[in-house]
C-alpha cells in the first residue's frame, strides 16, 4: 500500500507556472519510478513526465522544454515545474508511483489527482 501527499494546482493564467508535489510512502524499496499523468476534459490520461530513482527522466513532446520533473531525494518525492502554461495544459494531473514493496509485489499506484486550470 502506498500513501501520497500531493500539492500543488490551481488556476492561472497563460504563459505562467504553477508546481506539482507528490510524496509516496509505505513498504517501499529502492529503485522505482514515479511521475505525473494528465487527463483533459473529455480525453484518455495521459503521460506528462516521469523520472527513475536513479534520476532518469522521460517527457511527453508537448510538454518538453517547459516542465521539468525533478526528485526530492532522499524522499520518495517528485517535483514538477511547470513553466509557460498554455490552455491546452488545462488536465487533472495524477501521481503515479510504479515500484516494488518490501515483500518484493509490484506496486502500481495512482494519486487523487490535482486540477491544473489555465485560463485567461
Known amino acids: 500500500q502506498v500513501h501520497f501527499v500531493e500539492s500543488g494546482g490551481g488556476v492561472v493564467q497563460p504563459g505562467e507556472s504553477l508546481t506539482l508535489s507528490c510524496e509516496a510512502s509505505?513498504?517501499?524499496?529502492?529503485?522505482?519510478?514515479m511521475g505525473w499523468y494528465r487527463q483533459p476534459p473529455g480525453k484518455e490520461r495521459e503521460l506528462v513526465a516521469t523520472i527513475t530513482s536513479d534520476g532518469l527522466t522521460d517527457y511527453s513532446t508537448s510538454v518538453k522544454g517547459r516542465f521539468t520533473i525533478s526528485g526530492d531525494n532522499p524522499k520518495t518525492a517528485v517535483v514538477l515545474q511547470m513553466n509557460s502554461l498554455k490552455p491546452e495544459d488545462t488536465a487533472l494531473y495524477y501521481c503515479h508511483f510504479r515500484g516494488t514493496s518490501v515483500w518484493d509485489m509490484s506496486i502500481d499506484a495512482w494519486g487523487r489527482g490535482a486540477q491544473v486550470t489555465i485560463a485567461s
Open positions: 509505505g513498504n517501499i524499496k529502492g529503485g522505482w519510478t
